[in-house]
């Protein structure tokens, strides 16, 4: 039997290496797909690229922006079915001088935004009494980083556990919340590293390469499908065997 998609999924970070990869499966899979970024030509460009059915400005870390976007949404298409909240900041200042700022603007944008987007779609989502919602963590979350700092870490821990109170509070209304960990990926945020860094990371994978943008996005959409209906609270690590827990 075919596997019912998801009719309408918002994406945030959809300008991004991760997030635009998805957008780029949804589509391709017959969802109406609403890109998210920080800036209006951001978005655009994305959707263009994609083929991306509606593109808005919304900056993450705003509850204003997250009802907007949610109601834009609901306004153009009728329904919310799906969120991607693949929105993000990276942070690789090392513990002895990140200062407070950059602590507070990396846990502002990783966590805060991604808590207050989910907050958002709830409100739809849990009314209609359906629901399908991706998380990104990170494997920097679950050992503490390996390039990354301490503050981006701490912000991936954070939607690792946000995910999961998530999941318990939305459970109970037919909305299913979960978690997608990518390891080292050739996409977005992680195309800066050293190459110094890439082999030692590649080396420690036991698939001994870096992941695809496109590999995230394949757990994400089955995540957003019926395929995975009885998950929920769950973390899907997509590593290459990186870590194995
Ligand atoms: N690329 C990797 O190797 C990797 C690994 C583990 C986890 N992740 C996670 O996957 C997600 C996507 O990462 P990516 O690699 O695509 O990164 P990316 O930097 O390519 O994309 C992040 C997107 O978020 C947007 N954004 C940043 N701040 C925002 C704000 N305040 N409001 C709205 N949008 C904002 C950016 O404009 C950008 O388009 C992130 O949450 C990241 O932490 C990525």
Redesign the pocket.
């Known amino acids: 039997m075919a596997t019912p998609r998801p009719r309408v999924v918002l994406v ?9 990869a998805c957008c780029r499966l949804l589509v391709l899979r017959g969802a109406e797909v609403v890109l ?4 209006q030509t ?1 978005a655009a460009e994305a959707a263009a690229a994609v083929g991306g059915q509606l593109a808005l400005a ?4 705003s509850e204003a922006d997250a009802t907007r976007v949610v109601a834009q949404t609901v306004a153009a298409f009728g329904r919310l079915d799906g969120v991607v ?6 942070q690789g200042t090392p513990v002895d001088s990140i200062t407070a700022v950059e602590w507070d603007r990396i846990q ?3 966590v805060r ?1 991604t808590f207050i987007t989910v907050q958002a779609a709830l409100r739809t989502m849990i009314p209609a009494g359906s629901g399908s919602i991706v998380t ?5 979350g679950q050992v503490g980083g390996l390039q990354s700092g301490a503050g ?1 870490a701490t912000s ?1 821990a954070a ?1 690792i556990g946000m995910t999961k109170a998530l999941a318990r509070h939305a459970g109970p209304h037919g909305v299913r919340v979960n978690c997608v ?11 800066g590293i050293s190459a110094e860094d890439r082999e030692r990371t590649i080396a420690a994978t036991p698939l001994r390469r870096a ?1 695809t ?1 496109e590999e ?1 996005a394949e757990a994400v959409a089955w995540l957003l499908s019926d395929a995975s209906s009885f998950v929920t609270g769950a973390h899907v690590d997509v590593n290459g065997g990186l870590l194995m827990d």
């Open positions: 945030t970070g959809a300008a991004g290496g991760i997030g635009r998210v970024d920080r800036e951001l919304a900056d993450v870390t909240a693949a929105a993000g900041l990276y502002a944008v990783n935004g990104l963590g990170s494997i920097a981006y991936k939607v960990n990518p390891g080292f990926i050739d996409a977005g945020m992680s195309v992941g943008a995230v």
